[in-house]
C-alpha cells in the first residue's frame, strides 16, 4: 500500500530560501511557482505556453531530443533484450520539438518526444528571469524537460532536486534510498540516460520476475502535480516520473550542500567494486571494519593521537589535499 508525500501548503516563494536547506525528507510544495508567467500560460493552453518558451529560445544551439515509437508509451527504456534502447536520439532545433508536440496534441496514439535535462541558462536565456525562484542553496543548476506523456524508471541522483511543474501534470513515486534491494536496478555502466534504472514496467510489474517489488510499493510515495507544484527529492531518493498530459513541461533545480572539490560517490563506489567485490567474504567484512572506521563512522577521535602535520588524508580535506589524493590515485590506477 503507498503512502502520500508529505504536503507544504502557503509556502511564500520568498521564504523558500529559508526553509529548503534544511530539508532532508521528500516534500510536495502545492502552488510553489503557481506565480510564473510560464504557469499562467500553461494553463491557458499548450500552444500558449509554446510561446512563452519560444520568446526565449535563440535558436542557435539545437537540443537533444528523445524519440521513442507509439508501442512504447512513453516508457523510455532498454530494448528486449538489453542491447541497447527502445528510443533514439537526435539533435534538432527546439522550435521544431514544439511544433511538433503541439501537432501530435490530437493523436491518441503519438511516438514518444523527450527532451530531457536541458540547462535553462545556455537554450532559454531569460526564462529563469522571468519565472523566477529564489532557493537559498549554492549554484543550483536549473533544466528544462519538455514532452507529452512519458515514463521515466525509477532512478537516483546524487544532488538534491526541486522539481517544478510548469505545464500539464506529472505523478512522481518516491523511495527511500533503502529500497534499493527491492527495485531490481539494472546496470550501473550501460543506461539510458546516465543513471542506474529500475528495470520494473511499474504500469505492469511483473511480481513473478520482481517479487520484492512488492515490498517496494508498499513503502513508495506518491503524489500528483499539477502547474504551478513542485516537489522536493532529497539525494539519492529513487523517483519515478510520469509526463501525463499531451504536452509537459518540468523545470528543475539540483545541487550539492558540499565543497566543490568532492568527487563524485559514483567513483568511489566503482572503484569498490574493482577492489572489494571479488575478495573472499571474510575480507570483505574485514574491509567493511575499515572503511566504517575512516568513511562511515569517521569522527574527531579518529585520527586525534596523530599530529596533525602528519594527518595527510586523515587530516582535514581542502582542495589542495584533494588534489594530492587524486594525483596519488591516477599514479596507482595506471600501474
Not at 142 to 157: K, L, P, T, V, Y
Amino acid at each position: 500500500m503507498t503512502g502520500r508525500i508529505e504536503e507544504v501548503h502557503g509556502l511564500d516563494p520568498a521564504q523558500l530560501h529559508t526553509q529548503l536547506p534544511g530539508w532532508t525528507t521528500p516534500k510536495v510544495l502545492r502552488g510553489l511557482v503557481a506565480h510564473w508567467p510560464m504557469v499562467a500560460a500553461a494553463r491557458t493552453s499548450a500552444a500558449a505556453a509554446v510561446a512563452h518558451l519560444k520568446q526565449f529560445d535563440h535558436g542557435q544551439l539545437p537540443v537533444t531530443a528523445t524519440t521513442a515509437p507509439p508501442q512504447a508509451q512513453g516508457r523510455l527504456f532498454y530494448n528486449a533484450d538489453m542491447s541497447g534502447f527502445n528510443f533514439r536520439r537526435e539533435q534538432i532545433a527546439l522550435k521544431v520539438v514544439l511544433d511538433t508536440l503541439l501537432k501530435y496534441q490530437p493523436d491518441p496514439d503519438p511516438p514518444g518526444i523527450y527532451v530531457a535535462s536541458t540547462t535553462l541558462d545556455s537554450f532559454l536565456p531569460g526564462f529563469g528571469a522571468c519565472n523566477p525562484l529564489a532557493l537559498g542553496v549554492d549554484d543550483p543548476l536549473a533544466s528544462i524537460w519538455i514532452g507529452n506523456r512519458s515514463r521515466i524508471a525509477a532512478h537516483q541522483d546524487v544532488p538534491d532536486n526541486l522539481a517544478c511543474v510548469a505545464a500539464g501534470r506529472r505523478r512522481v513515486t518516491l523511495f527511500a534510498p533503502e529500497q534499493i534491494d527491492n527495485l531490481y536496478i539494472g546496470p550501473l555502466d550501460f543506461t539510458p540516460a546516465g543513471q542506474a534504472i529500475s528495470l520494473v514496467d511499474f504500469a505492469a510489474p511483473d511480481l513473478q520476475r520482481f517479487p520484492r517489488f512488492a515490498q517496494a510499493l508498499a513503502h513508495a510515495q506518491v503524489a500528483e502535480l499539477g502547474p504551478g507544484d513542485a516537489v522536493f527529492i532529497p539525494s539519492l531518493w529513487w523517483h519515478h516520473m510520469e509526463g501525463l498530459d499531451t504536452f509537459n513541461v518540468l523545470v528543475n533545480y539540483w545541487w550539492r550542500q558540499v565543497p566543490a572539490w568532492m568527487d563524485a560517490p559514483m567513483n568511489a563506489l566503482m572503484l569498490a567494486m574493482l577492489a572489494l567485490r571479488e575478495l573472499p567474504p571474510h575480507q570483505r567484512e574485514q574491509w567493511r571494519t575499515v572503511f566504517d572506521h575512516y568513511v562511515f563512522h569517521a569522527d574527531p577521535d579518529t585520527a586525534a593521537h596523530v599530529p596533525v602535520h602528519a594527518r595527510g588524508v586523515l587530516g582535514a580535506l581542502d582542495a589542495n589535499t584533494a588534489a594530492q589524493v587524486r594525483s596519488v590515485l591516477r599514479r596507482r590506477l595506471e600501474r
